[in-house]
């Protein structure tokens, strides 16, 4: 054997053993703290057990980080499930299946092994499935489902989910997007079948699911189309119309009491204790008050009433798509554009 043959040998028994420490050394980046894992791992079992399952399950997270365990990963599959994530629980106790080939003792293995094998077989028959189809694939097709993207290969696969409300939804460049949104029972199984429509030059790419349309619909029907600042400054034109009414009473009495003091031509007689001066300045006020408040209130009053009137007028005329004329002026040119159906 040759003096080099001998030289690359040795320099690769030294490389491989450095490199070795560092495979290690990465394989164990995450810190384990078996003991600490323990604390948490009992401590969320109390908490759990005085039904403070926030508090608990979030101990045996902390527990899982430091020291994974099949046991420990049973009892989050228990969190999961305490809070209907059906599909994350299932998923969990899969995962603690795998786990639990490392436990030790044969005893305990299957007894957490019966545990694991039970919830899924509680949980499968309770999962929706739902089955996302697209119609047409263009370029730059995106499925989303919860606002979370979906890999275009899950398309027509059967996926498990919670039960409750979802949302689905696709789109691409150039195209309008579909969304559906659906409520889903436990152990239903449905089809979506999502649509891209081509969306003409300059459209809004969108599409407003049926159901949120159909809300919008019912309110826009329910304002009868008159403007909200109608009913407002109608609203204020009566409390200045009623307020002025008030004025008004108040300027009588004092005129009664200047009467009943003074005599009809309000000359009151020197040296008397009662304070005319101070009611002819009232009296006075409370009429400017009422011809004040009145006029504002009844200038809003018939603001009010015009601004309803043209509401619904314009409603009913963009109902039955009547011809619009709009004037136009420009540089040295005029004239009025029509649009509507003829």
């Given at each position: ?38 604390a ?24 899982m ?5 099949a ?16 599909a ?10 795998q ?15 019966k ?9 499968e ?21 919860d ?8 398309l ?8 409750g ?12 997007k ?57 609203g ?33 007689p ?73």
């Amino acid at each position: 054997m040759s003096t080099e043959i001998v030289r690359r040998a040795i320099a690769a028994v030294v490389i491989a053993s450095l490199a070795a420490p560092a495979a290690r050394a990465s394989a164990q980046e995450k810190a384990r703290d078996p003991a600490a894992a323990e604390a948490l791992y009992h401590r969320g079992r109390a908490l759990v057990s005085e039904g403070n399952w926030s508090e608990g399950c979030a101990k045996f997270e902390a527990s899982m980080e430091l020291n994974p365990a099949a046991s420990t990963l049973l009892n989050i599959a228990k969190c999961h499930e305490h809070d209907g994530k059906l599909a994350q629980a299932t998923v969990a106790y899969r995962r603690a299946l795998q786990l639990n080939q490392d436990t030790l003792g044969e005893e305990r293995k299957k007894a957490l092994e019966k545990v694991a094998n039970e919830g899924i077989a509680a949980l499968e028959p309770r999962l929706a499935r739902v089955r996302v189809t697209l119609k047409e694939r263009p370029a730059g097709a995106r499925v989303a489902r919860d606002g979370q993207e979906l890999p275009l290969a899950t398309l027509g696969e059967e996926i498990p989910l919670d039960p409750g409300e979802h949302t689905f939804e696709a789109s691409a460049p150039g195209f309008r997007k579909d969304e559906k949104r659906m409520k889903l029972g436990e152990g239903e199984q449905i089809s979506v079948e999502l649509a891209l429509v081509p969306a003409p030059p300059g459209a809004d790419e969108t599409r407003h699911p049926p159901a949120l349309a159909g809300k919008d619909k019912d309110a826009k029907a329910s304002s009868g189309g008159a403007p909200v600042w109608a009913f407002v400054v109608g609203g204020v034109g009566l409390a200045a119309v009623g307020a002025g009414i008030a004025f008004r009473f108040d300027q009588m009495a004092t005129e009664r009491r200047l009467v009943d003091e003074c005599g009809e031509d309000l000359l009151c007689p020197g040296g008397i204790e009662y304070d005319w001066q101070s009611d002819n300045a009232r009296k006075n006020r409370d009429f400017y008050l009422f011809v004040g408040l009145t006029a504002a209130g009844a200038v809003g009053i018939g603001a009010a009433v015009v601004g309803i009137v043209r509401g619904v007028g314009q409603k009913k005329k963009s109902q039955a798509r009547g011809p619009i004329v709009a004037p136009w002026i420009g540089r040295g040119e005029g004239g009025a554009i029509v649009q509507g159906a003829f």
